[in-house]
């Protein structure tokens, strides 16, 4: 049974970076999907962040491209997120997803969510 | 950017029908998926390629589309399906991943 499990700190200052963990059991991150994080805002809706595929490719949302990186830690059965010059409209839940997905020349033939992180609250303050 | 526009609510009795749709203007390119969220919950998987029902989820979920709009129907509403739905897909080029604004179903 695959789980993937959130965590960093979960305040993080105005323009400092954060920094997130999701650690995979019961699958070895290396072998296939996609893996990707998802954030929900207060009160508000789903927004996808990004995503890599096990070989290490990734892909952004194009609003936050500028400033985020998703990197894999296979030793760990990890992936990571990274998101710089962080404000308060990044106070959110952040949620790891796996994917199934299919590429083709690159592209999404199909790519959804189907395991998902229990998420884990980061507020941005001072 | 790309958008998936959904009804913000959608209202039903329970033992009837309940429709929510998604409209994106890359639809008839893209598959579509529909996520259930309950409060406190991270969202759960209840259709994927459009009309494909993972395993678990009970059979009164469906999904269909047509040109430009995704369905998700719930057939034969329980209270236990009052949650927050969202349809994902991605953009035309498949460089990019969407979701809807979400839609509220609530069972009277």
């Known amino acids: 049974q695959v789980q993937l499990q959130e965590s960093g700190p979960g305040l993080v200052k105005p323009s400092d970076t954060l920094s997130l963990t999701c650690t995979v059991s019961g699958y070895s991150i290396s072998s296939g999907y996609f893996w990707g994080w998802i954030r929900q805002p207060p009160g508000k809706g789903l927004e996808w962040i990004g995503s890599?595929?096990?070989?290490?490719?990734?892909y952004y949302n194009p609003s936050l491209k500028s400033r985020v990186t998703i990197s894999l830690d296979t030793s760990k059965n990890q992936f990571s997120l990274k998101l710089s010059s962080v404000t308060a409209a990044d106070t959110a839940v952040y949620y790891c997803?796996?994917?199934?997905?299919?590429?083709?020349?690159?592209?999404?033939?199909?790519?959804?969510?189907?395991?998902w992180g229990k998420g884990t609250t980061v507020t941005v303050s001072s | 950017s790309y958008e998936l526009t959904q009804p913000p609510s959608v209202s039903v009795s329970p033992g009837q029908t309940a429709t929510i749709t998604c409209s994106g203007d890359a639809l008839p390119k893209q598959y579509a998926y529909w996520y259930q969220q309950k409060p406190g919950q991270a969202p759960v998987l209840v259709i994927y390629k459009d009309s494909e029902r993972p395993s678990g989820i009970p059979e009164r979920f469906s999904g269909s589309s047509s040109g430009t709009t995704v369905t998700l129907t719930i057939s034969g509403v329980q209270a236990e399906d009052e949650a927050d739905y969202y349809c994902q897909s991605a953009d035309s080029s498949g460089t990019y991943v969407v979701f809807g604004g979400g839609t509220k179903l609530t069972v009277l």
């Open positions: 997803a796996r994917g199934p997905a299919q590429l083709e020349r690159d592209r999404f033939v199909y790519y959804y969510m189907d395991v």
């Open positions: 890599i595929y096990h070989f290490g490719s990734t």
